[in-house]
């Protein structure tokens, strides 16, 4: 079965300081990773996939299949990186995403 | 920017009652999709739509609950005889391409059944 987990819920930097949020998943064939990012009072909305290889607002992910792991990376926190941020996994034969349970990162400053 | 709309924003319900969750999704877009989320709990996958059907459900998504499209701008939820566990934040998703591409989220309705 397809599963998404975000071991920590919490997750608190300070200003300028590295952060890396974790994300693990399990799934027998050739996965679609996401993460998507809710910022306070706004919807959710897609930070950054594994197919476009791509850096966001400084964040980057690889994906680790060896590991089943896709962390989100930013060398250098800001204040505005205070959100929950949600990995999610796709199915490319199902219509749907999987999603971790969530981590909420408060930048400190 | 193109936005998918939900409304309404807060729905308290009696238990028992049916509710119509409504969503407009983004104009060009094809497939559809309703998540939930219980407070404190992850989002959960309720039922994708394609092609004036659905394409997948969830084990969540049982007789209690139905989708339409009725006029080819909005897509509906319906849940009848609501509980208190469906008492959850809502979403409504498209996207242009399927799950592989970016899905564009609702903000989100607020169901409280008391």
């Known amino acids: 079965a397809q599963r998404v987990t975000q071991p920590e819920k919490l997750l608190s930097v300070f200003k300028g300081a590295p952060v890396e949020l974790k994300c693990n998943y399990s799934?027998?064939?050739?996965?679609?990773l996401f993460w998507y990012v809710q910022y306070s009072r706004q919807r959710l909305q897609l930070l950054l996939r594994?197919?476009s290889r791509e850096s966001i607002k400084g964040f980057t992910a690889d994906l680790n299949k060896g590991e089943t792991s896709f962390h989100l990376k930013k060398p250098f926190a800001q204040e505005e990186d205070s959100a929950m941020y949600y990995c999610?996994?796709?199915?490319?034969?199902?219509?749907?995403?999987?999603f971790g349970q969530g981590t909420r990162l408060t930048i400190n400053p | 920017e193109p936005e998918v709309t939900q409304t309404p924003s807060h729905q308290v319900t009696q238990m028992g009652q049916e509710v119509i969750l409504r969503c407009v999704p983004i104009?060009?877009?094809?497939?559809f999709y309703w998540y939930r989320q219980i407070l404190g709990q992850k989002v959960e996958f309720l039922v994708s739509?394609?092609?004036?059907?659905?394409?997948?459900k969830s084990e969540i998504f049982d007789d209690q609950f139905s989708v339409e499209r009725p006029d080819g701008s909005n897509f509906t939820l319906k849940i009848r005889s609501t509980k208190l566990e469906d008492s959850a934040m809502y979403f409504c998703?498209?996207?242009?391409?399927?799950?592989?591409?970016?899905?564009?989220f609702g903000q989100g309705t607020r169901l409280t059944v008391v």
């Open positions: 998703a498209s996207s242009r391409d399927g799950p592989s591409s970016e899905a564009f």
């Open positions: 799934y027998s064939g050739s996965p679609e």
């Open positions: 594994h197919i």
């Open positions: 999610a996994l796709s199915d490319k034969g199902a219509q749907k995403l999987v």
């Open positions: 104009s060009n877009h094809l497939y």
């Open positions: 739509f394609y092609n004036n059907e659905i394409s997948e």
